[in-house]
């Protein structure tokens, strides 16, 4: 209910504070620049009569909640309205002061499509500043509440999460600017020195508006970067193991990454043309700039994550921001060399055909530039990732586990099956096709099939290897832990569940130490008779596993058969338990589904097996409808991509 409440209440005040906002900078800008326009004055100023008390009632509304209930103040939904409002603000302040400052350096407003756009300077400042002022005064009353919730309850979980997302987000659009500025004034400098040579339209910049996109840029990202980084530098462990940060942080490296990369291979590339006699296109003043600006954006968040590590340990979410970042520099890379490879050999081959003319030399500049950007944009992250997962150690282990590697590795395993496919029912299609009477295969055709094909078998051998590696890996750490670990099967009456369970993990695990106690009503009858119940409490205390139903840890549980020493002794002992939830009538659990014993026997084993290798206890859910439909609808997708190659093999 109150949650309901809350979205009420703030969703009324985002929109009637909205609109009296902008009804208030109009109605100012209509009296003060416009000729006054007696319809457009009324609609304003009826907006302000009815949006503002609206506003004021559902505003006051909302802070007499706080001073009643203190979760309202805490609450996220009242962090996410407050922070959203400020950013509403603080964007236009952002957009009008940079047009502001355009126009007072001598250019031309970037409302293009309106009247205003030829107003006076004078008429432009007032304009724009009547804009600034207002909104300013609102976004600053907002980060006072801001400021006097913060100190009556601090922010954490949802809440720290909302602000770091105003943070970093304009922190994010401060570092677009500037570094799309510092690019283009590179550019401009580099056009001022050879002026008389290029006349290129695409290359003209302008300078007034690239100071301004610094002069507007650089003050709005270094305040909140760092205020992102005293965030971070302070003492809240949620602010150090934040994801968002490092998302951050490596999707800035991931950007300057790719633009440098991809702005080096048309360098590359313009090199081979002029190593080829072909004629140049463009000119080092479009790509070097870019570079320039991507690599100064790509090093200092490179060096922000290396003092970010040296401070403090990765969190689980931020190892997984950074394998993604890694897995995708190496997944670029990998495709630019192959796209590269068989481009080349696409090349060579044709040209053995013909005469090594125009249209393949450009083919050549350009795929062999593109082998050579990829080849060191695949092997870095690659290595990194590689020697991650050859790791011993349990980070080793979640780097193995990881499902951004195995989207990785299944992948290209995918690609080059398909591209083995592919050119298999090209070749026997057109040997076939031979045989009843059409042309033959030419040797182009069938060097390109076969050339593309041994390429793609080195690529699924490659990655089939690492999986297998992975794999292997897994099992040996995984034989050696269970190995080392002592497991205490503990079942009552007749025991024929903790049998199960032995015999399924001694299948699996055959070096696995095991120990079965069945709890009977004499405990001599169990399975070593003449067992006291000292001696199953000395072994449930040797145990480094106790693995049974939930009724050992009660006393008189299992119809009577569990003493209290022995309850006592399953609670006290040091070993980790695992209970799984045996169905006794007139007992239930909430949110356990109802399993059957074979199902509960493989839940029981693989529970075993995760907390052997370290892993948090997760039960293995059937497929749902929805996730079949959705595999059904994959599965067809990638039957589609299946039938573009095979297409363009029949077009040929």
Not at 344 to 370: P, Y
Not at 390 to 399: C, F, I, R, V
Not at 540 to 567: C, D, K, R, Y
Not at 616 to 638: D, E, H, N, Q, W
Request: glycine fraction near 10%; avoid cysteine.
């Amino acid at each position: 209910m109150f949650t309901v409440r809350r979205w009420y209440i703030y969703l009324v005040n985002t929109i009637s504070l909205q609109a009296v906002t902008w009804a208030i900078i109009s109605l100012l800008r209509n009296l003060f620049i416009f000729e006054i326009d007696p319809l457009a004055v009324a609609f304003q100023i009826a907006v302000v009569i009815v949006g503002l008390p609206v506003f004021l009632a559902h505003w006051l509304w909302g802070q007499r909640l706080i001073g009643k209930e203190v979760e309202e103040r805490g609450a996220t939904l009242r962090r996410l309205y407050l922070y959203g409002m400020m950013a509403a603000f603080l964007g236009p302040i952002v957009a009008n002061a940079f047009d502001l400052i355009r126009r007072l350096l001598g250019g031309t407003s970037t409302f293009q499509r309106h009247l205003y756009q030829q107003l006076p300077l004078g008429d432009a400042i007032v304009y724009h500043l009547l804009a600034v002022v207002v909104l300013a005064v609102l976004w600053f009353y907002h980060q006072r509440i801001v400021t006097e919730d913060s100190r009556a309850v601090p922010e954490m979980g949802g809440s720290s999460t909302v602000r770091r997302l105003y943070v970093l987000g304009f922190s994010a659009a401060g570092l677009t600017m500037t570094t799309s500025a510092i690019i283009n004034l590179i550019r401009w400098i580099m056009l001022q020195l050879g002026g008389g040579v290029i006349k290129s339209g695409e290359l003209g910049v302008g300078l007034t508006d690239e100071i301004t996109r610094l002069i507007i840029g650089v003050p709005l990202w270094i305040i909140f970067w760092r205020w992102a980084g005293r965030l971070f530098h302070g003492p809240s462990d949620e602010e150090h193991a934040s994801t968002l940060r490092k998302f951050y942080l490596y999707g800035s490296v991931f950007i300057g990454a790719m633009g440098a990369v991809a702005n080096a291979t048309g360098i590359l590339a313009s090199a081979f043309r002029r190593a080829l006699s072909l004629p140049q296109e463009g000119t080092i003043r479009q790509p070097l700039p870019v570079i320039i600006g991507m690599g100064m954006l790509w090093a200092y968040h490179a060096i922000a994550l290396r003092e970010d590590t040296e401070q403090v340990t990765e969190a689980p979410r931020q190892a997984g921001v950074r394998r993604l970042y890694l897995y995708l520099i190496a997944g670029i890379g990998l495709s630019a060399l192959l796209i590269g490879l068989t481009g080349d050999i696409n090349v060579i081959i044709r040209a053995l055909g013909k005469s090594f003319g125009t249209s393949l030399r450009e083919e050549f500049a350009w795929f062999t530039a593109a082998i050579i950007a990829g080849l060191p944009l695949w092997i870095i992250p690659w290595r990194q990732v590689q020697v991650g997962a050859e790791d011993s150690s349990l980070a080793g282990d979640d780097a193995r586990r990881s499902v951004v590697r195995k989207i990785y590795l299944y992948f290209f395993l995918f690609v080059a099956t398909m591209t083995i496919l592919s050119s298999a029912v090209y070749i026997i299609f057109r040997v076939l096709s031979m045989l009843l009477g059409e042309d033959p295969l030419t040797f182009v055709e069938l060097g390109q099939a076969i050339s593309f094909s041994l390429i793609a078998v080195g690529v699924w051998l490659y990655h089939g290897r690492a999986i297998r590696g992975d794999r292997r890996i897994s099992l040996s750490e995984q034989a050696s832990s269970l190995a080392a670990l002592r497991v205490a099967i503990v079942d009552v009456n007749k025991g024929s569940f903790g049998q199960a369970v032995i015999d399924e993990l001694k299948r699996e695990i055959p070096d696995i130490t095991l120990k079965l106690i069945i709890l009977k009503s004499e405990v001599a009858e169990g399975v070593d008779a003449g067992l006291s119940q000292e001696t199953i409490t000395a072994q449930l205390a040797e145990a480094g596993l106790i693995v049974g139903p939930w009724v050992i840890a009660v006393p008189g549980g299992g119809g009577g058969v569990v003493s209290a020493s022995i309850a006592r002794a399953v609670t006290d002992s040091p070993a980790r338990k695992l209970l799984f939830p045996l169905r006794i009538e007139g007992w239930e659990w909430a949110g356990v589904e109802p399993w059957e014993t074979e199902a509960l026997i493989r839940h029981t084993v693989r529970a075993v097996k995760q907390i052997a290798t370290g892993e948090v206890v997760k039960p293995a859910r059937p497929m749902s409808l929805g996730t079949v439909i959705g595999i059904i609808i994959g599965v067809l997708f990638l039957l589609s991509l299946l039938s573009i190659p095979l297409s363009l093999f029949f077009a040929q």
